[in-house]
């Protein structure tokens, strides 16, 4: 196995530092290293694999459409596109639907969408469109993307990146009036902030959101990336308060851990202000990402999976906040999305956690990110809050 590890660090670049774990082989929620090891995976590639480890209704959609045809440029029609356009945007109730691959591609689409409107709809002068972000926020590594993020470590050398962006704190809602002026195009937020911690905003921010943006002119960007389909108990995360933005930004699940696929989702009135030539991708909306994604978004719905993520996500978030110990500060979550904030280093004991076969992950140091498929059962979960239990609770008083 050591083979294995330095094989891979020979060759990698130098951008990760993975644990020493290599997993083989994965079903549902669970997963088994090379020496076949089982974990119940509580990270899901970081809620890529929603619908469970090598779902049989998303491999065989795989199969069928990869012995059929699997790549169709938009030069052309196919037959699935628009099938599946129908379907993602019946879901998110929206008018029209431009697939890329991955998150940060829709990220980037996103912010192109919001500058033009700016300009061809709004009336901001070319090149002086502004957006407004959420410090903490994570939304991918393109440049675009990185241009949104607060965090210097991650911007640092790479500029320079795009300007006019302004930053306030996730939940601010008197500085975020403040930063509104008549060049403002766009409004992006996480619902709930997944690298960021597992962060859930104040009471009623994301409502208050949407009415800043209605009375200003204002689009409201969702990245719901990693909080939607199904991850916090809904559907999408901004309907915990009952709010639709004017653009859904979606990817990781909805390719159902088999294929990437990402959407950004809006209506007409919106949407239109790209016209042919003006955005594209070679991959984005291509036969297989069709069908895989179809099948993907036909197990959430069929198998409840949503539902299921807002029962034991709820029973898990119970029983966390149980837990007697000194070092948790904060538990907090929504569905099967759960931070465990520690008031000192988590990764020690994601690596306990990991030993006694629940496999988990820190973000931002001293947070555990707590993100199973959302197929997991109630005996899995069982076993999910007695070990978490276990490895925290002798640490506490
Ligand atoms: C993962 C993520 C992205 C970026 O997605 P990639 O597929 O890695 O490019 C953007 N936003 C959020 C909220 C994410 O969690």
Same mark, same amino acid.
Request: with cysteine; hydrophobic share 40%; proline share 4%.
């Given at each position: 196995m050591?083979?294995?590890?330095?094989l891979?660090?020979?060759?990698?670049?130098?951008?990760?530092?993975?644990?020493?774990?290599?997993?083989?082989?994965?079903?549902?929620?669970?997963?088994?290293d090379?020496?076949?090891?089982?974990?119940?995976?509580?990270?899901?590639?970081?809620?890529v694999?929603?619908?469970?480890?090598?779902?049989?209704?998303?491999?065989?959609?795989?199969?069928?459409?990869?012995?059929k045809?699997?790549m169709?440029?938009?030069?052309?029609?196919s037959?699935?596109?628009?099938?599946?356009?129908e379907?993602?945007?019946?879901?998110?109730?929206?008018?029209?639907?431009?697939?890329?691959?991955?998150?940060?591609?829709?990220?980037?689409?996103?912010?192109?969408?919001?500058?033009?409107?700016?300009?061809?709809?709004?009336?901001?002068?070319?090149?002086?469109?502004?957006?407004?972000?959420?410090?903490?926020?994570?939304?991918?590594?393109?440049?675009?993307?990185?241009?949104?993020?607060?965090?210097?470590?991650?911007?640092?050398?790479?500029?320079?990146?795009?300007?006019?962006?302004?930053?306030?704190?996730?939940g601010?809602?008197?500085?975020?009036k403040?930063?509104?002026?008549?060049?403002?195009t766009?409004?992006?937020?996480?619902?709930?902030?997944?690298?960021?911690?597992?962060?859930?905003?104040?009471?009623?921010?994301?409502?208050?959101?949407?009415?800043?943006?209605?009375?200003h002119?204002?689009?409201?960007i969702?990245?719901?990336?990693?909080?939607?389909?199904?991850?916090?108990?809904?559907?999408?995360?901004?309907?915990?308060?009952?709010?639709?933005?004017?653009?859904?930004?979606?990817?990781?699940? =909805? #390719?159902?851990? @088999?294929y990437?696929?990402?959407?950004?989702?809006?209506?007409?009135?919106?949407? &239109? $202000?790209?016209?042919? /030539?003006?955005?594209?991708?070679?991959?984005?909306?291509?036969?297989?990402?069709?069908?895989?994604?179809?099948a993907?978004?036909?197990?959430l719905?069929?198998?409840?999976?949503?539902?299921n993520?807002?029962? =034991? #996500?709820?029973? @898990?978030?119970?029983?966390?906040?149980?837990?007697?110990?000194?070092?948790?500060? &904060? $538990?907090?979550?929504? /569905?099967?999305?759960?931070?465990?904030?520690?008031?000192?280093?988590?990764?020690?004991?994601?690596?306990?956690?990991?030993?006694?076969g629940?496999?988990?992950?820190?973000?931002?140091?001293?947070?555990?990110?707590?993100?199973?498929? @959302?197929?997991?059962?109630?005996?899995?979960?069982?076993?999910?809050?007695?070990?978490?239990?276990?490895?925290?609770?002798?640490?506490?008083k």
């Amino acid at each position: 196995m050591n083979d294995l590890f330095a094989l891979t660090d020979q060759y990698s670049s130098n951008n990760y530092s993975p644990l020493k774990l290599a997993l083989a082989k994965g079903r549902g929620a669970k997963v088994w290293d090379v020496e076949d090891n089982s974990y119940i995976d509580c990270v899901s590639g970081f809620s890529v694999v929603n619908q469970g480890h090598c779902h049989p209704k998303i491999i065989k959609a795989f199969q069928e459409q990869s012995e059929k045809i699997t790549m169709v440029s938009r030069a052309l029609y196919s037959d699935n596109l628009g099938k599946w356009e129908e379907k993602i945007c019946s879901l998110a109730n929206k008018e029209k639907v431009l697939p890329m691959n991955t998150g940060t591609e829709a990220i980037e689409t996103a912010i192109k969408i919001a500058r033009k409107w700016g300009s061809d709809i709004k009336g901001v002068n070319d090149g002086e469109g502004e957006i407004i972000a959420m410090k903490g926020n994570f939304h991918g590594r393109t440049l675009g993307a990185l241009s949104l993020s607060s965090q210097e470590s991650y911007k640092q050398g790479f500029g320079p990146l795009l300007n006019n962006v302004h930053y306030t704190d996730f939940g601010d809602l008197s500085h975020l009036k403040d930063l509104i002026n008549k060049n403002t195009t766009a409004i992006i937020l996480e619902p709930i902030q997944g690298e960021g911690g597992v962060n859930i905003p104040p009471d009623n921010f994301i409502k208050e959101v949407r009415k800043l943006c209605d009375e200003h002119n204002v689009l409201f960007i969702a990245d719901e990336i990693q909080v939607g389909l199904g991850r916090t108990g809904k559907m999408f995360a901004t309907e915990w308060e009952g709010v639709e933005p004017d653009i859904y930004l979606l990817g990781k699940s =909805l #390719g159902g851990g @088999l294929y990437p696929i990402s959407a950004v989702l809006a209506n007409h009135d919106v949407m &239109d $202000v790209l016209t042919p /030539g003006t955005h594209g991708s070679t991959f984005g909306g291509n036969p297989l990402a069709c069908a895989v994604s179809m099948a993907a978004l036909d197990v959430l719905i069929e198998e409840k999976l949503i539902e299921n993520s807002a029962k =034991l #996500g709820q029973k @898990l978030l119970n029983q966390l906040q149980l837990i007697d110990s000194n070092i948790i500060s &904060d $538990v907090r979550g929504r /569905g099967l999305f759960i931070g465990i904030e520690l008031t000192e280093a988590a990764q020690p004991y994601c690596l306990e956690m990991i030993e006694k076969g629940v496999l988990c992950k820190e973000t931002q140091g001293n947070i555990i990110r707590i993100a199973p498929p @959302l197929v997991i059962n109630e005996q899995e979960i069982d076993k999910v809050i007695s070990v978490i239990t276990e490895v925290l609770e002798k640490s506490g008083k």
